[in-house]
């Protein structure tokens, strides 16, 4: 298309090439730079020790030595931070040269001439370091363009706000150098290039949203006031999105004092956490750290408990379900969560400080080298307010001294004489030079030969407890386990620590229950978290992590109340930004809270502030249409789908399991034909994701690749993916295709938001597959139930 001479596209695409010719210079520059630092460096590791003066013969010449090495590694080291720096800028001006800028908006401040202004992912200064052809979009101006429609506008700089007014917006889409798209626009962030972007095909990792970041999202991504942030938005409306950028934009509002290894993010899953790692690296910033609760679970209890995870509790719950062991033990699972529990636990802590914490004694095969009275002693000798920390550490100081002089004690005993009688030669030879050096072996041999034998006997006497040592180092002197327990045990313990003053519900239930697991080293998942609690209270919180100062917290409506209020503890400095959304709250634990686990009330109302997403970006308008059909009219109130048509939702009714994977099959080679570049079949559970996959597997073409997604794998796959329900949590896919919707597997209530959150991880296509019965949760066809 050619351009009217000096109309705007033509007087933009000038602009660019001025732009792109900057950013070509600078390009031109740090190659050069980098190539000089990569000669340095190599030139530096090659001659590093042709440069150091090598002199041993006194002190004074290896203190020259060692300062000739020190200042040659710091030369070294210092190169290679320019090489670094060298090679990011070189990869950052690669992107801009790709796509340099997105937006211009011209702002008159109240008083002053308009300015022009350009947004990028990244900022370009001119040489001069004055003219900015490009702001990073986090910088203060850059959010009248996320915020506001042309007329009246405002934006904030850290001592105030500006005012004036915003007489353009302009959008552009900029790929390669080329300009592609170009709108002027009224809205806040014009529609149409929202739409281009949400009709392209999903990814296997998530993307960045920076050009087209919502209003709303953009109040979530700038929050500085709040130290809770709590955001509750629907399935698909960028609550993950944001989450990331909001990352990006504190390492870039704070990058003097905020390092990304001081943010933290909680994932649903693996899976998830493989998802996401790209968008912070495309942004131009290191990741933050990223675990699961699952991870901090194993971390404390792994090693020495076979700890049922989420899943596996829900798996076991549904398994029983109807029964009176399964409806008791739903009721522990939804107590044991609970805020009440917490305080118990919190008032327990409090009562421990007087008296009750277990230990467990020291003991070497059957002597006892410290028992757990003495223990209890000393623990309780040193002063209350001294607090846990302190009173663990006294103990463990004098248990390390105590060993030691046990080992002291045991040199003439029998067992110590039979262990240096075969003893390995290692330790001989190193008997013998430690009596050498010594000066021995020269007149009294027979003393050296004592000499000898006392160092073999205290080196296998000192080997034999070293593991002994080592637990106490890591204060597994602390009986954790029997501590807690001890709260199941005592009626008149447990009523008066719980703040009403009662027993819960089926307190002797969950008695039995703890003494039928915990006797076989197994922890149920809803005790996990009060006994990791209980645990680091123990040790004075020990492992706190003081200086994390952003907790973030994805899928939050899967947490149950305690775990939300032990997070809090473990970060105390930390401020939170906690995303959920209470329709895709399946689990049970946090069920009884709305979905929202209690982070509401984590902070005061003061510092917390809740916000809410409702439109749905992620599917098509008629898949949000069916799967809002899914849940409860008062549930589905206020989720609004974004303006984007695509073909129905289909319900697919299969005459037998048979019939249900060729129909999945034949739909997958025809979707595969359409050049759908991802598609998920989800199954409810584990068990059934393995049949699901062999099934396609047999029924597929060979080169059809079926990738099998489990809780171990980090990575999603291009093409066919087969996982189950609770790993495509936060995920999404072109085309969903859920295997086997029958009322058998979704027919109970707590199914319908489970139904709900696999069908919404859809962007464009939908079929949902059901043998017998639908699950009644299913929109009938051609129109809701
Ligand atoms: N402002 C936006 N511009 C472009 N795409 C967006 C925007 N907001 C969200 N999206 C897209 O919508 C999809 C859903 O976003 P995201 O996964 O962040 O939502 P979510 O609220 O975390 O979803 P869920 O709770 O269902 O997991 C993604 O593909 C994302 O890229």
Redesign the pocket.
């Known amino acids: 298309m050619v351009n009217e001479p000096n109309s705007p596209r033509d007087e933009e695409e000038k602009r660019l090439l001025v732009v792109l010719e900057q950013v070509s210079r600078r390009m031109r520059k740090e190659l050069a730079l980098l190539g000089d630092r990569r000669e340095d460096v190599v030139g530096i590791r090659q001659e590093f020790w042709d440069d150091v003066r090598m002199n041993f013969s006194d002190s004074t010449e290896v203190g020259e030595t060692w300062s000739s090495i020190v200042q040659q590694a710091e030369l070294l080291a210092e190169r290679e931070r320019s090489h670094r720096v060298a090679s990011e800028a070189v990869e950052r001006l690669t992107k801009q040269f790709d796509s340099p800028y997105f937006a211009r908006i011209d702002f008159a401040e109240k008083g002053y001439d308009a300015e022009v202004i350009y947004i990028g992912r990244a900022s370009l200064v001119g040489e001069d370091g004055e003219t900015f052809y490009v702001y990073d979009w986090r910088a203060p101006v850059s959010s009248l363009f996320y915020d506001h429609e042309p007329g009246p506008a405002t934006y904030r700089v850290p001592d105030g706000e500006m005012i004036g007014e915003l007489l353009l917006k302009r959008q552009f889409v900029i790929r390669g150098g080329q300009m592609k798209f170009m709108f002027d626009t009224s809205e806040t962030?014009g529609d149409e290039i929202?739409q281009a972007?949400?009709s392209e095909g999903?990814d296997t990792s998530?993307?960045s949203?920076v050009?087209?970041?919502?209003k709303e999202?953009n109040g979530i991504i700038r929050d500085e006031k709040h130290k809770l942030l709590v955001v509750q938005?629907?399935?698909?409306?960028?609550?993950?999105?944001?989450?990331?950028q909001r990352i990006a934009y504190l390492l870039y509002r704070y990058r003097e004092s905020l390092a990304p290894d001081q943010i933290i993010l909680f994932s649903p899953n693996p899976v998830f956490k493989g998802y996401i790692s790209r968008v912070l690296p495309d942004l131009g910033e290191a990741n933050m750290r990223q675990m699961t609760f699952r991870e901090l679970i194993e971390a404390r209890l792994g090693r020495r408990f076979e700890v049922e995870d989420l899943f596996s509790q829900t798996e076991a719950l549904a398994a029983d379900d109807g029964s009176p062991a399964g409806e008791s033990r739903e009721r522990s699972v939804r107590y044991k969560g609970s805020e009440h529990f917490f305080v118990t636990v919190e008032n327990y802590l409090k009562r421990l400080e007087q008296e009750g914490v277990r230990f467990h004694p020291l003991r070497f095969r059957s002597m006892t080298i410290a028992s757990a009275e003495e223990m209890s002693e000393r623990f309780y000798g040193i002063q209350a307010s001294d607090g846990f920390g302190t009173r663990a550490a006294g103990v463990r100081r004098w248990l390390l001294e105590r060993l030691q002089s046990w080992v002291d004690s045991q040199m003439d005993e029998a067992w110590v004489e039979e262990a240096a009688e075969s003893a390995s030669s290692e330790d001989i030879q190193r008997a013998y030079v430690e009596v050498r050096r010594s000066g021995g072996f020269h007149d009294e041999a027979f003393e050296d030969e004592d000499h000898m034998s006392a160092i073999i006997r205290r080196r296998v006497a000192e080997n034999a407890v070293a593991p002994l040592v080592k637990a106490v180092r890591n204060y597994r002197f602390l009986d954790a386990v029997a501590t807690y327990r001890e709260l199941f045990e005592s009626r008149s313990l447990f009523a008066a620590c719980a703040p009403d003053g009662k027993l819960p519900l089926g307190w002797e239930w969950m008695l039995q229950r703890a003494e039928e697991t915990f006797g076989r080293k197994l922890v149920d998942h809803e005790d996990a978290t009060p006994l990791m609690y209980v645990s680091e209270a123990l040790e004075g919180f020990r492992r706190v992590e003081g200086d994390i100062l952003h907790v973030f917290v994805?899928?939050a409506q899967d947490y149950s109340p305690f775990q939300a209020a032990y997070l809090r503890r473990r970060y105390p400095r930390a401020r939170m930004t906690v995303?959920?959304?209470f329709n895709?709250a399946i689990y049970l634990q946090s069920q009884d809270s709305g979905g929202f686990g209690g982070w509401i009330r984590l902070m005061s109302p003061e510092v917390t502030s809740v916000l809410r997403?409702t439109t749905?970006?992620?599917s098509t308008e008629q898949i949000v249409d069916f799967t809002k059909a899914i849940l409860t009219a008062e549930d589905a109130k206020g989720i609004t789908p974004f303006n984007r048509k695509g073909e129905p939702p289909k319900v697919v009714a299969c005459k037998d399991g048979g019939q249900l994977g060729e129909k999945i099959a034949a739909d997958i080679e025809d979707l595969l034909g359409k050049g759908y570049g991802t598609i998920g079949v989800i199954t409810k559970t584990a068990h059934e994701t393995g049949n699901a996959s062999a099934v396609l597997k047999e029924l597929l073409p060979n080169d059809v690749s079926i990738a099998l997604v489990t809780g171990g794998s980090a990575e999603l796959p291009r093409g066919v993916s087969v996982l189950p329900s609770y790993l495509a949590?936060?995920?999404?896919f072109d085309a969903v295709l859920v295997w086997d919707a029958s009322d058998d597997l979704y027919g109970k209530d707590k199914d319908r938001k489970l139904l709900y959150?696999v069908c919404?991880?859809a962007?464009h296509v939908l079929h949902v597959y059901h043998t017998g019965e639908a699950s009644p949760w299913l929109p009938r066809q051609g129109g809701r139930k």
């Open positions: 962030v929202l972007v949400l999903s998530m993307k949203i050009a087209t970041i919502q999202q938005g629907a399935a698909g409306s960028g609550k993950t999105s944001a989450a990331l994805d899928e995303l959920g959304d895709q997403l749905s970006y992620r949590k936060g995920i999404e959150t919404t991880r962007l």
